[in-house]
């Protein structure tokens, strides 16, 4: 999911919309806004569907008053799934003894079962079927006497991935968890405050980039400033690795680097541990076209387009349901045959998941008569589930947990398939010598099985680390 807040601009609605068109890539299912202006309250407005369609009109922008505002774009990973409710559609509302406060939330919360049972034996009546609403109940039920101090209390006693963005009447809250798996970022805009997924969404409205927000930091921003604090007890970080290969859009900075150049070093990467004569390096768009530069650069291969994306679709795998899925990829991907025609090709892609897009790609490039398919891959295999916000499936749907490398290249029905390894791809995010393997620098359990956060829902549903 993406998040995003603004405090101190005119119109705070708009801004909120542009950062959250900004951030689309991040869920494309449904969004919302909620803003405040004095003398109206708190006003809300949540789609199902793109911003674009949802929160440009001059008709629902004018009923999202005021200098204040947080949005959220979904992608569900918790709670229903593809058929998402309207109910589970972000920001949530809450109103408290001292005032109303909204919040929308990117990440996984891995106790959010366990909690909402306990909440609803204690008489909290949930609305949606989201993991992100304990936060509101847990806000509800804490003695604080502000909310920053409730929202504090709360997020002490959830688990698992959180960035989140909160607002009140005046303050714009920001936090990310001890570990700070997921992104968010500060940036200023005039006398405003911004709160943002990503540096991308700072571009849109051309705020300024002030930092990230730490792993375990909690931010108040109001008219005056911003207020820091750590109200977790301090650990090691460990961002999603994920974010640098796939999710996160290759023109934002994360963690001081350049996405972008992230995924070339990935290509480069890849080049150096699994080189292979051919005549051209082609990405699977959009997702692995970084990737693909950097093949191409390091191994001297011709760079190519051998498969065109209507840029008119959405990101194949938010795409909740199987059978969306399986229709998108011809839906979405085109092989360019006059150009693959008798080559040999080096496919780049950023990840195997279920392997459907793979093989159907697969099967076009040599329908369009392609000699040869090498298959190179910006990540590892993905052999476990994440819990931290990506929607991974379960084990018994990923490829790679199921099948060796050599029986995924025959499944896959390509002349070679090949992985960057995982230290390769800490190389490539900028660690010379590879994963700490005591300590490892980034959460990188999809593909070490190694999670930095206790799955408790999923261990009590039977699942086996
Ligand atoms: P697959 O071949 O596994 O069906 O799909 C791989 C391609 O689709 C990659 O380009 C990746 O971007 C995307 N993809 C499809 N499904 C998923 C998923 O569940 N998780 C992730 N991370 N990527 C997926
Ligand atoms: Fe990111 Fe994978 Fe960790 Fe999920 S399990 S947070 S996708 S690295
Ligand atoms: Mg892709």
């Known amino acids: 999911c993406g998040v995003f807040g603004v405090v101190g601009v005119d119109n705070a609605a708009s801004v909120v919309a542009l950062g959250l068109h900004a951030l689309q890539h991040r869920g494309q299912e449904a969004g919302g806004i909620v803003t405040h202006e004095f003398g109206q309250g708190f006003s809300s407005a949540r789609r199902f569907g793109y911003v674009r369609d949802n929160f440009t009109d001059a008709e629902t922008m004018a009923t999202l008053p005021g200098p204040i505002g947080i949005g959220h774009v979904r992608y569900s990973t918790a709670g229903s799934k593809g058929a998402t409710q309207i109910r589970d559609v972000q920001p949530f509302f809450g109103e408290f003894s001292m005032g109303g406060a909204a919040i929308a939330?990117?990440?996984?919360?891995?106790?959010?079962?366990?909690?909402?049972k306990e909440l609803v034996d204690r008489g909290s009546i949930f609305q949606s079927s989201s993991d992100s609403e304990c936060i509101i109940h847990l806000m509800a039920r804490s003695m604080g006497r502000k909310i920053p101090d409730r929202m504090?209390?709360?997020?002490?006693?959830?688990?698992?991935?959180?960035?989140?963005?909160?607002?009140?009447?005046?303050?714009?809250?920001?936090?990310?968890?001890?570990?700070?798996?997921?992104?968010?970022?500060?940036?200023?805009?005039?006398?405003?405050?911004?709160?943002?997924?990503?540096?991308?969404?700072?571009?849109?409205?051309?705020?300024?980039?002030?930092?990230?927000?730490?792993?375990?930091?909690?931010?108040?921003?109001?008219?005056?400033?911003?207020?820091?604090?750590?109200?977790?007890?301090?650990?090691?970080?460990r961002f999603c690795i994920f974010e640098h290969?796939?999710?996160?859009?290759?023109?934002?900075?994360?963690?001081?680097?350049?996405?972008?150049?992230?995924?070339?070093?990935?290509?480069?990467?890849?080049?150096?541990?699994?080189?292979?004569?051919?005549?051209?390096?082609?990405?699977?768009?959009?997702?692995?076209?970084?990737?693909?530069?950097?093949?191409?650069?390091?191994?001297?291969?011709?760079?190519a387009m051998g498969i065109i994306r209507n840029q008119y679709m959405g990101r194949t795998f938010i795409e909740p349901t199987e059978s969306i899925r399986n229709m998108g990829v011809r839906l979405k991907l085109n092989v360019n045959r006059a150009l693959v025609k008798g080559k040999r090709i080096i496919l780049v892609d950023d990840s195997v998941v279920r392997g459907t897009t793979s093989r159907k790609i697969k099967e076009?490039?040599?329908?369009?008569?392609?000699?040869?398919?090498?298959?190179?891959?910006?990540?590892?295999?993905?052999?476990?589930?994440?819990?931290?916000?990506?929607?991974?499936?379960?084990?018994?749907?990923?490829?790679?947990?199921?099948?060796?490398?050599?029986?995924?290249?025959?499944?896959?029905?390509?002349?070679?398939?090949?992985?960057?390894?995982?230290?390769?791809?800490?190389?490539?995010?900028?660690?010379?010598?590879?994963?700490?393997?005591?300590?490892?620098?980034?959460?990188?359990?999809?593909?070490?099985?190694?999670?930095?956060?206790?799955?408790?829902?999923?261990?009590?549903?039977?699942?086996e680390m």
Request: charged share 25%; hydrophobic share 40%.
């Open 364 to 463: 076009m490039i040599l329908e369009a008569g392609a000699a040869e398919v090498h298959f190179r891959i910006a990540s590892p295999p993905t052999k476990w589930p994440c819990f931290y916000g990506v929607d991974t499936p379960q084990r018994d749907k990923l490829l790679a947990a199921n099948m060796t490398e050599e029986e995924m290249r025959d499944h896959l029905g390509v002349n070679s398939l090949k992985f960057i390894s995982i230290d390769g791809l800490y190389r490539a995010v900028g660690e010379a010598r590879g994963r700490d393997q005591a300590s490892p620098q980034y959460c990188d359990a999809c593909f070490s099985g190694e999670y930095p956060v206790k799955p408790s829902d999923m261990l009590d549903q039977g699942f």
């Open 152 to 237: 504090e209390e709360a997020l002490r006693k959830v688990e698992g991935a959180f960035s989140v963005v909160a607002m009140t009447r005046t303050k714009l809250i920001g936090c990310r968890d001890p570990l700070g798996v997921r992104p968010l970022v500060l940036g200023q805009l005039g006398d405003g405050w911004v709160l943002a997924s990503e540096t991308c969404a700072l571009d849109i409205i051309n705020a300024t980039f002030i930092r990230e927000i730490e792993p375990g930091e909690m931010v108040v921003a109001t008219g005056k400033g911003v207020e820091s604090h750590f109200p977790f007890r301090p650990a090691k970080s």
């Open 105 to 116: 939330h990117n990440g996984n919360i891995t106790n959010a079962l366990a909690l909402r």
């Open 245 to 303: 290969v796939y999710f996160s859009r290759p023109d934002s900075i994360l963690g001081g680097r350049s996405v972008y150049e992230t995924r070339e070093n990935i290509g480069r990467e890849l080049a150096k541990e699994a080189p292979v004569d051919a005549d051209m390096v082609c990405p699977v768009p959009d997702s692995g076209t970084p990737a693909a530069i950097g093949f191409s650069l390091e191994s001297g291969i011709p760079y």
